[in-house]
C-alpha cells in the first residue's frame, strides 16, 4: 500500500533548502560588507584628493579629473559599483532560488500525487502516436513518458493556473482559509520581474497582483523593485507555510489511513519550529494542524493543541497560551498532558507532582527534562533540579545543542571586525533609512539570523513524536 513517505520526504527536502538559502543571505551579506566598504573609501579618497568639480557654460556640474590619475579613477569607479552591484545582485538571486525549490517541490509533488492515486492521469489529453508506442515497449514507459508530459504543462502555467489544476486534479478546493495566498502570489509575479524585467514593474505584474487582491497600491508601472531583508524573510515564511500546508491537505485528501504518519510529521515540522524559535511560522501550523477535521487519535491531537501553547508560552503569551489549553478537558488525559498542562499554567508545585508520578520509566525521560523546550522555564527552579535529581539519583545538567557552522562563521567574522558588529545589531528603522544607507553600505539592513536560536534546547528527531507520547 502507497504511504505519505514520498510527501514527507519531498516536503522536508523542500523545506531544508529554503532554510539553507535563508542562512546563506545574511552571512554573505555580512562577507561581502567589509570589501564593500573598502571599495568605496577607497573611492571617496580618491575623490577628495584628486578629483576637481566645475561648472560648465550651460551651469552644469561636472567632475574634472587630472590625465595621468583618469585610468585610477576609472578602476576605483568600477571596484565601488561592482561592489555595490553584489549588494543588489545577491539577494535578488537568492530571491529566485526560493521561487526555484518551490517549483522543484511541486514537480515532485505531482509525481507523488500521480503514484498514490495513478486513476487520475485517466483524464489526460496526452496522445501518443503509434510510432511511439512501440519505442516505450511497456505501459509503465509510455506512463512515465505521459506524467512528463503532463508535469511540464502545468510548470508553464502561471502560479495561479497550477492551484487551479490542482484543485481540479483532486476535487478540493486549497485556497480556502489561506491569507497567505496574496503574498504567494506577488512573490511569484516579483520573481518573473527580477528575471525577465530586471525587477522593473509592468502591466502584467499589475494586472496579475490586482486580479488576487495584492496589496501593491504603492507600487507603479516602470518602478524597480529590490528584495529587501524583512521582503526576503517574509517570502521564505510564506513557502515554508504553503507548501507545508499543501502537503497536508493533499496527504489527509488522497490517504485517509495514513493519519497517524500524517499527524507525526506535521507535529515534526511544528516542533522544529518552536526549537529554532521560528514561532510565527509555528503558530500558523499549529493552528491548521489543530483545526484539522480528523486526527488519527485523541493523543495525537492532544500534541497539536500542546505544542500551540507551547510556542505562546515561549512568547511570553501566557494568557494565549492558556486559552488554547483550556478549549478541553484534561482531566482523563495520561500523565505527560498532565505535566505539560501544569509547566504551561505556571502551576508548578503540580509540575513536580506530576514528575514524581511519572518517575524514571515513564513517558518523559532523561533527555525530555534536558532539551524539551517545555522544561525551559522550570528548569531554572532549584526545586525542579531537586525533583529530577530525586527521580533519576543524579545532578542535574543542562544538554548545550551544537551552534550552526553558518552561525559560527559568522560570529567569526563579527569578532574581527567591530563595524560589522554594530551594523549586525543595528536595526533599520524604515525603508527610507535603508534606501540611504544603501548608497554607502549595500543592504547592511542584513542582519544575523537566529541569533537566539543558540541556546534553545533542541529536542532530537527520534523522541519528537513521543512528546507527549501517543
Known sequence: MTTGKNLHKNLESFLRHIDAIRDTLPMTML???????????????????????IEDDNGKK????????????????????????????IPESLFVSLISQYDAFLTRLLRAIYEIKPDVLNGSERNLTFSQLVEMDTVENARDYIIDKEIDTVLRKSHSEQFDYLEKLLGMKL????PIWQTFIEITERRNLLVHCDGVVSNQYVKNCKEHKCQIDKIKVGQRLGIEPKYFTNAYKCLYEIATKLTHTIWRKLLISDLKDADRELNDVCFHLINTNSFELADILLEFGCNQKRHFNDSLKNVFIVNGSLSKYLQEKKEEAKQILDKKDWSASSDDFKLAYAVLTDDYEIAYEMMLKIGDN????????????????????EKFKETY??????????????????????NKEIKKNKELKE????????????????????????????????????????????????
Not at 62 to 89: H, M, P, Q, Y
Not at 396 to 409: A, D, N, R
Not at 438 to 451: D, F, H, I, R, V
Open 362 to 381: 515513564g513517558d518523559v525521560d532523561k533527555s525530555d527534562y534536558k532539551q524539551w523546550p517545555l522544561f525551559n522555564k522550570i528548569r531554572e527552579e
Open 175 to 178: 485556497r480556502e482559509k489561506l
Open 423 to 470: 551594523k549586525t545589531v543595528k536595526k533599520v528603522d524604515s525603508a527610507k533609512e535603508l534606501k540611504e544607507k544603501e548608497s554607502t553600505t549595500p543592504n547592511n539592513g542584513y542582519k544575523q539570523l537566529g541569533a537566539k536560536g543558540n541556546k534553545q534546547k533542541a529536542k532530537p528527531k527520534a523522541k519528537v513524536n513521543a512528546k507527549p507520547k501517543s
Open 389 to 410: 535529581k530525586e527521580i533519576f539519583k543524579e545532578e542535574y545538567s543542562v544538554m548545550e545543542t551544537p551552534m550552526k557552522p553558518i552561525q559560527e562563521l559568522i
Open 31 to 53: 562577507l561581502i560588507q567589509p570589501y564593500n566598504k573598502k571599495a568605496n573609501d577607497d573611492f571617496s579618497k580618491f575623490l577628495n584628493e584628486n578629483v576637481e568639480e
Open 62 to 89: 561636472r567632475l574634472l579629473v587630472k590625465a595621468d590619475e583618469s585610468k585610477k579613477f576609472e578602476t576605483l569607479e568600477r571596484n565601488a559599483s561592482t561592489s555595490a552591484l553584489a549588494g543588489k545582485i
